[in-house]
């Protein structure tokens, strides 16, 4: 079969590396790649977002799945023009991907088939939305409706803030078109986490679960970010919490879905907080979460393809999957200044070093290859990523690789699985 990943970052490289392992895998490609999928995947220079481009591809090379890695061309409608053309595509429909496209619209999904989440408010206008701020206190949440990067969601300690935070997105339009409208909601409290099933429109599938470090410094500190590390699994969503999020989220979530006439096939990540064992929807992704993926695929051992097909085929009841028992890290390097202003072009040596380290594997995001050399071009660069007994045996030897990377102009966290650990 001949395959077409889209996207360019970590999760991308840990997908068709997952891919390339099938059997079923003969030709693979990516669009538009990076250095490290190069590597295993012949790279198209296409845009993740060049839509025309993309279903011209994949019908002159007769692509058997395309898979879409970043929500940017799901939410534009990608897969209904594949399918249109007589393409099969692993995600959701544009209707569909709406519940990361607007969170909105998936806070009303929620609301309308009793899923459990913060209670909110949905604005059009700033000074409506300062009023319920006010009469709401804080610390409160305020949300872009749109897809924002993953930067769209402030966490505000006093009304101030709040206010600022309402400005930030509607006057100042941080985020343009995005911030149209805001939803502001209660402050959950507790512990977040990762939850993915892949859905095939009928049935769900769940997988693993995964915990990420969204702040930018150890200890939590800093600026929200894509994700500076994750590991697999997190030890905060236990066998019943697992039952509970399938019970009272994901399956109401995929028959609502059902219900308004959007049915739902793809991976579905939501971003859960719990509290005192109980489980409340944070936000919906409809893709594989970055950098939560790697780890994933670390520990994967069916076969993703065939996964990936049933999920487009609607034949998910013919997948049973399994997981290695082992942990796994992932430890994100970022340029200096990230998720600020930051610099590209600088080389990155060591990389072979680092894949030498016992059961790591470097995913590339954010590079490029001039000549013989590795050039950092991006925000989030390297997934230094790698599979231990233990969570505490996956991060000795993920870090024992981050430090066999000579690269004086990215930074990482020090302290990726600390929840983990303490427990």
């Known amino acids: 079969m001949k395959i077409l990943v889209v996207g360019s970052g970590g999760r991308e490289h840990a997908l068709c590396w997952a891919i390339a392992k099938s059997p079923r895998c003969g030709k693979l490609y990516c669009a538009p790649g990076n250095a490290g999928i190069a590597a295993i995947a012949k790279c198209v220079p296409l845009d993740a977002m060049d839509i025309d481009g993309i279903v011209r591809f994949a ?41 990361e496209g607007s969170k909105g619209f998936m806070k009303d999904l929620c609301e309308k088939y009793a899923i459990p989440t913060a209670e909110f408010q949905r604005f059009d206008e700033p000074a409506a939305a300062k009023e319920y701020i ?19 969601v402030i966490l505000c300690r006093n009304e101030l803030e709040a206010y600022a935070a309402v400005d930030h997105i509607m006057v100042e339009r941080a985020f343009g078109g995005a911030g149209d409208e805001v939803i502001v909601e ?14 095939d429109g009928v049935r769900a599938v769940p ?16 600026p929200n970010t894509g994700g500076m590390g994750a590991y697999s699994p997190a030890p905060v969503v236990t066998a019943a919490i697992a039952k509970t999020v399938m019970n ?19 991976v579905l990540f939501a971003g859960l907080m719990i509290d005192k064992g109980v489980p409340k929807l944070l936000e919906y992704n409809v893709r ?12 994967l051992k069916s076969d993703l393809l065939e996964a990936l097909l049933a999920c487009a085929d609607g034949s998910l009841d013919k997948v049973t999957l399994d997981w290695h028992s082992d942990a796994a890290l992932t430890v994100v390097m970022a340029a200096k200044g990230y998720p600020g202003v930051y610099e590209k072009g600088s080389e990155i040596r060591g990389l072979a070093a680092a ?15 001039a000549d013989d050399t590795i050039i950092a071009n991006g925000g989030r660069v390297l997934n230094v990523t790698a599979r231990g007994k233990t969570v505490a045996e ?10 066999a990377i000579d690269w004086p102009d990215g930074f990482c966290r020090r302290d990726i699985g600390w929840r983990a650990l303490k427990r």
């Open 355 to 369: 894949n030498a380290v016992e059961g790591v594997t470097v995913f590339h995001a954010g590079t490029k290859a």
């Open 134 to 152: 006010r009469r709401k206190g804080a610390p409160i949440v305020v949300k872009a409706d749109g897809l924002a990067a993953g930067k769209g």
């Open 394 to 403: 996956a991060q000795k030897r993920a870090y024992k690789a981050v430090d």
């Open 288 to 299: 594989f979460g970055d950098p939560e993926c790697q780890p994933l695929m670390l520990r």
């Open 186 to 199: 209660e402050f959950l409290t507790g512990e977040e986490a990762s939850f993915f099933a892949l859905v």
């Open 59 to 99: 019908a002159e090379n007769k692509i058997s799945l395309v898979v879409v890695g970043p929500e940017g061309p799901l939410v534009a409608g990608l897969v209904d023009r594949l399918e249109a053309a007589g393409i099969r595509a692993f995600g959701p429909r544009a209707n569909a991907a709406a519940l």
């Open 248 to 266: 009272t989220i994901i399956t109401p979530t995929i028959e609502g879905m059902a219900a308004e006439g959007c049915a739902y096939k793809g």
């Open 207 to 222: 997988l693993v679960s995964a915990q990420d470090h969204k702040a930018a410094y150890d200890g939590d500190e800093g």
